[in-house]
């Protein structure tokens, strides 16, 4: 089977299960800036289960093939198969395979896509610890507000191992941004470390008044009862 025929395949599946009704309604919540079938969370992941273990995974060029198609589509639940297909794949990739997790970063970049490769990218970062370094300090470099936020929350999961010196750094570096999804993805990662010590996140923020309101709002909101 080519590649084209497995996209096909998919599409025609997911035309078949999807609601018109819902689809309206999730055109809507992201704005308008994406078709959908109309399948709900539970519905596609089914469905893409399914599918996968019917046809299999492709790998290798073949795999990077399918998942681009799926990227073209206007649908969005398409995108979610491929991020379902490179999950499952993702443990088994080389070091190198962070340049292609950065290619669907900034392809039809959204939160619901992006936050989802910041996970992946946080579990390829634990696999092939050298590459966070040079990678993250690209990706802040690169102005794509889009990379920078993967940056400042691909450690959420890390708990106790975060380096909290280099999201420090990097949430420093966007201080004085106004997107909003930078703001917000730089208090997320502070109110999760926060969890882990509620101390340094205080300090950080006391000692760096130039933050964002939002980013200190949400750094702090889980330690309104705790003192430095």
Not at 13 to 22: A, I, M
Not at 59 to 65: A, Q, R, S
Not at 131 to 157: D, K, T, Y
Request: net charge positive; proline share 4%.
């Amino acid at each position: 089977m080519t590649m084209k025929s497995y996209f096909s395949a998919i599409h025609s599946v997911f035309l078949q299960s999807g609601d018109p009704k819902t689809a309206q309604g999730q055109i809507a919540y992201l704005r308008n800036q994406f078709d959908f079938y109309g399948l709900k969370a539970a519905k596609w992941m089914a469905v893409s289960k399914e599918i996968m273990e019917e046809k299999g995974v492709p790998v290798g060029e073949e795999f990077k093939e399918l998942v681009r198609l799926c990227f073209e589509d206007e649908h969005r639940e398409l995108q979610y198969f491929a991020l379902e297909m490179v999950q499952k794949t993702l443990k088994k990739q080389p070091a190198y395979f962070i340049d292609f997790l950065e290619e669907l970063i900034i392809t039809k970049s959204w939160w619901d896509t992006v936050d989802w490769l910041a996970k992946l990218v946080g579990i390829h970062f634990k696999k092939h610890p050298t590459l966070i370094l040079p990678i993250s300090e690209r990706w802040m470099a690169s102005g794509n507000f889009w990379l920078q936020r993967v940056c400042l929350i691909f450690q959420l999961s890390y708990r106790d191992k975060t380096d909290f010196g280099l999201m420090k750094r990097h949430i420093l570096q966007i201080a004085g941004s106004k997107e909003f999804f930078l703001q917000k993805g730089a208090g997320w990662a502070l109110r999760q470390y926060s969890r882990t010590n509620p101390t340094e996140v205080i300090n950080f923020v006391k000692e760096n008044p130039q933050l964002a309101a939002l980013t200190k709002r949400e750094a702090l909101r889980l330690t309104k009862n705790k003192k430095p």
